[in-house]
């Protein structure tokens, strides 16, 4: 099934988001770096390291261009520095947001933070994950995409809102 949804092209938007979780993979603690589209959601891709300060975005972000055909013009981050690293190796001529302003035209991560908050409810539900390159990531993305309806795309799938039926 992964295999086969890496080759659809989403017709995503100009701006992507990209976030890191702590969570439970093999009794011990690990970060889940992800990334997805603002506008449909769609969650585009992700890896697993062992600590947060010290990895490497390049892999993650040349994985995002790649599967999505393009890169965006905006990407909005945290102030981790992987992230700007990656951003200027990867994403050249890219806006890269990564303190979000009080004032003016608001960039922010929350619906990022709303997909770490569904992967913590699946982590605490199966107790931790077993295994780094456990399926269960993979096939929540799969289910995230394509099986479950976001209220905030109108009842659709971000996979819907790409275009992919």
């Not at 100009?14 to 702590?22: L, R, V």
């Not at 905006?74 to 981790?80: K, M, S």
């Not at 933070?113 to 780094?132: A, F």
């Amino acid at each position: 099934m992964k295999a086969y949804t890496e080759n659809i092209k989403p017709n995503v938007s100009d701006t992507f988001c990209a976030n890191e979780i702590y969570i439970k993979i093999g009794g011990n603690m690990k970060y889940l770096f992800a990334m997805m589209d603002t506008q449909t959601r769609f969650w585009i891709a992700q890896e697993v390291a062992e600590t947060k300060e010290k990895h490497d975005a390049i892999a993650l972000f040349f994985r995002a261009k790649r599967l999505m055909g393009k890169q965006p013009k905006t990407l909005v981050t945290d102030g981790l520095s992987s992230y700007s690293v990656a951003c200027e190796q990867v994403f050249d001529g890219t806006k890269h947001i990564r303190k979000i302003p009080f004032t003016g035209k608001v960039h922010n991560n929350n619906k990022m933070e709303r997909v770490n908050g569904e992967i913590r409810d699946r982590e605490k539900t199966m107790r931790g994950l077993k295994q780094k390159r456990t399926t269960v990531l993979t096939g929540y993305q799969l289910y995230h995409n394509y099986i479950r309806p976001h209220e905030g795309l109108n009842g659709k799938t971000p996979a819907e809102a790409c275009g992919i039926q």
